[in-house]
């Protein structure tokens, strides 16, 4: 019986189906198509350069393997590549492309027509740390949903977050703004929901960058005089995640570039991630028209984690690293340690590298030196949120009350101090600090500091207001 390179493939795929998973099997085998066999060589026809290479890097072995089943240790394997020219018509041509030198799967080479092009794999602009044609999504797989813990504070984020892996560009959560302070897991947040994406479509161009990088490289674009091409390789993303969006501000140019790419991407259903360290109401210098669409998705908060998922952070860190250690010692550190996941781990992290360097045992009065060491380090990385809270705590009301426009004394009081103190103890302009107490303006916010100092000498219990305060956000 003659056979015919329909059914040589039908044996390799048979082969192939039963020793991989379905979806895997369901996107990168099931759209092939035998096309002819020759003496050895098997042709088959496959949708892109991108896919071919795919099949090269991950499935090499097992095609190796299902092929020389069926033609014997001389098998070859030859690739078409079906591409679409740059009218829109379909125009196959065949290409035989040398495996690399780990497969033992060859080919030979012939000449491809140059009139050829396809917008799907064109990448003019090669981005430094980008492989030309095949994008590297810059993620990194440490960074999980397995290993971001939920808790009250982030629920709404992580959920929303999953929502966008499972279904990226489909659901109402486009784009993505994931915000909150230092440390709290923005970052990790943003890489699990890139991981999740490629590992359940790995067939989506998922790419990760910082809003610092995304704007050097638009700077560079401009200076090679190609910024068409920077355009049209941002326009080629599936999932576009842009860390630390609040770097885009007062940068008019790069935002005008961001905003056409954003509209293209979203009008053509591809999914954007953003992470910024506030809300979109409490950015300064966006434009109008880029925080607008910002605000057409979910704009989720990671808040300060409370007690019980500080615990549950450390237990799930002590876990992944084989360490045990007594409840009262993790109860300590969680109960000290308050603001932050990131210095959360990085205490944990010293106890372990104290007690094995020096071989002490872990107990409380280790512990009180390592978070005593970090308390003091980061105590002057106090935010305009946690200003607000101290402030509104001491004088018994909430923070909406704090941001009210009522004129009453006592109120009027607590939000200039915490004007004051926002100043005193952040980095933050007084527009911003302005904008975030209340959405007041600078001149209200340097006209409560000239407050804040002329009471401070004149009235000794608004003094105490100020040295109490500044104790409690001192410690």
Same mark, same amino acid.
């Given at each position: 019986?003659?056979?015919?390179?329909?059914?040589?493939?039908?044996?390799?795929?048979?082969?192939?189906?039963?020793?991989?998973?379905?979806?895997?099997?369901?996107?990168?085998?099931?759209?092939?198509?035998?096309?002819?066999?020759?003496?050895?060589?098997?042709?088959?026809?496959?949708?892109?350069?991108?896919?071919?290479?795919?099949?090269?890097?991950?499935?090499?072995?097992?095609?190796?393997?299902?092929?020389?089943?069926?033609?014997?240790?001389?098998?070859?394997?030859?690739?078409?590549?079906?591409?679409?020219?740059?009218?829109?018509?379909?125009?196959?041509?065949?290409?035989?492309?040398?495996?690399?030198?780990?497969?033992?799967?060859?080919?030979?080479?012939?000449?491809?027509?140059?009139?050829?092009?396809?917008?799907?794999?064109?990448?003019?602009?090669?981005?430094?740390?980008?492989?030309?044609?095949?994008?590297?999504?810059?993620?990194?797989?440490?960074?999980?949903?397995?290993?971001?813990?939920?808790?009250?504070?982030?629920?709404?984020?992580?959920?929303?977050?999953?929502?966008?892996?499972?279904?990226?560009?489909?659901?109402?959560?486009?784009?993505?703004?994931?915000?909150?302070?230092?440390?709290?897991?923005?970052?990790?947040?943003?890489?699990?929901?890139?991981?999740?994406?490629?590992?359940?479509?790995?067939? %989506?161009?998922? !790419? &990760?960058?910082?809003?610092?990088?995304?704007?050097?490289?638009? @700077? /560079?674009?401009?200076? =090679? +005089?190609?910024?068409?091409?920077?355009?049209?390789?941002?326009?080629?993303?599936?999932?576009?995640?842009?860390?630390?969006?609040?770097?885009?501000?007062?940068?008019s140019g790069t935002q005008d570039v961001f905003f056409h790419i954003f509209n293209?991407?979203?009008?053509?259903?591809?999914q954007v991630v953003l992470t910024s360290d506030k809300a979109p109401v409490d950015?300064?210098?966006?434009?109008?028209?880029?925080?607008?669409?910002?605000?057409?998705?979910?704009?989720?908060?990671?808040?300060?984690?409370?007690?019980?998922?500080?615990?549950?952070?450390? %237990?799930?860190? !002590? &876990?992944?690293?084989?360490?045990?250690?007594?409840?009262?010692? @993790? /109860?300590?550190?969680? =109960? +000290?340690?308050?603001?932050?996941?990131?210095?959360?781990?990085?205490?944990?992290?010293?106890?372990?590298?104290?007690?094995?360097?020096?071989?002490?045992?872990?107990?409380?009065?280790?512990?009180?030196?390592?978070?005593?060491?970090?308390?003091?380090?980061?105590?002057?990385?106090?935010?305009?949120?946690?200003?607000?809270?101290?402030?509104?705590?001491?004088?018994?009301?909430?923070?909406?009350?704090?941001?009210?426009?009522?004129?009453?004394?006592?109120?009027?009081?607590?939000?200039?101090?915490a004007m004051f103190f926002a100043k005193k103890f952040t980095k933050a302009s007084?527009?911003?600090?302005?904008?975030?107490?209340?959405?007041?303006?600078?001149?209200?916010?340097?006209?409560?500091?000239?407050?804040?100092?002329?009471?401070?000498?004149?009235?000794?219990?608004?003094?105490?207001?100020?040295?109490?305060?500044?104790?409690?956000?001192?410690?």
């Amino acid at each position: 019986m003659s056979r015919t390179a329909q059914s040589v493939w039908n044996n390799c795929l048979k082969f192939i189906q039963d020793n991989i998973q379905p979806q895997a099997y369901k996107t990168w085998f099931e759209p092939i198509v035998a096309v002819k066999l020759t003496d050895n060589a098997l042709s088959i026809q496959v949708p892109s350069k991108f896919f071919y290479e795919w099949l090269e890097e991950h499935y090499v072995k097992i095609l190796k393997v299902a092929l020389t089943k069926e033609l014997g240790e001389s098998a070859k394997l030859v690739y078409i590549i079906k591409m679409e020219n740059t009218y829109g018509n379909k125009q196959p041509f065949t290409e035989k492309i040398p495996s690399s030198n780990r497969s033992a799967v060859k080919s030979q080479d012939v000449d491809i027509p140059l009139n050829n092009k396809s917008p799907e794999l064109r990448n003019p602009f090669v981005i430094p740390g980008i492989r030309n044609v095949k994008i590297e999504s810059q993620l990194n797989p440490n960074y999980s949903f397995d290993n971001f813990l939920e808790g009250d504070s982030n629920r709404l984020a992580r959920s929303a977050g999953l929502a966008v892996a499972n279904k990226p560009g489909g659901t109402s959560f486009n784009p993505l703004l994931i915000f909150g302070g230092v440390g709290l897991g923005k970052t990790h947040l943003a890489h699990a929901i890139g991981v999740d994406i490629k590992d359940k479509y790995p067939e %989506k161009t998922v !790419l &990760y960058i910082s809003a610092e990088k995304f704007t050097q490289q638009y @700077i /560079d674009a401009i200076k =090679k +005089n190609n910024r068409n091409d920077f355009i049209h390789f941002y326009q080629i993303i599936d999932v576009l995640i842009i860390d630390d969006v609040q770097f885009l501000s007062g940068k008019s140019g790069t935002q005008d570039v961001f905003f056409h790419i954003f509209n293209h991407l979203h009008q053509n259903g591809k999914q954007v991630v953003l992470t910024s360290d506030k809300a979109p109401v409490d950015m300064q210098d966006i434009e109008q028209r880029l925080l607008s669409r910002f605000k057409w998705g979910l704009s989720a908060e990671l808040q300060t984690p409370d007690f019980e998922t500080r615990v549950s952070i450390l %237990k799930n860190k !002590l &876990y992944r690293d084989g360490v045990e250690m007594p409840e009262e010692i @993790i /109860d300590y550190v969680a =109960k +000290n340690i308050k603001t932050n996941v990131r210095e959360l781990e990085g205490a944990i992290i010293s106890l372990i590298a104290q007690s094995s360097f020096n071989k002490k045992e872990i107990t409380i009065d280790l512990a009180r030196v390592i978070v005593e060491k970090f308390v003091k380090n980061t105590k002057r990385e106090v935010s305009i949120d946690y200003i607000q809270k101290v402030v509104s705590d001491y004088f018994q009301m909430d923070i909406d009350t704090l941001q009210s426009k009522t004129r009453k004394r006592h109120i009027v009081q607590a939000r200039q101090l915490a004007m004051f103190f926002a100043k005193k103890f952040t980095k933050a302009s007084l527009a911003s600090i302005g904008s975030q107490i209340g959405k007041r303006d600078h001149a209200t916010v340097l006209h409560a500091c000239k407050t804040v100092d002329n009471l401070s000498s004149t009235d000794k219990q608004f003094r105490k207001y100020v040295e109490d305060i500044t104790k409690k956000l001192s410690v």
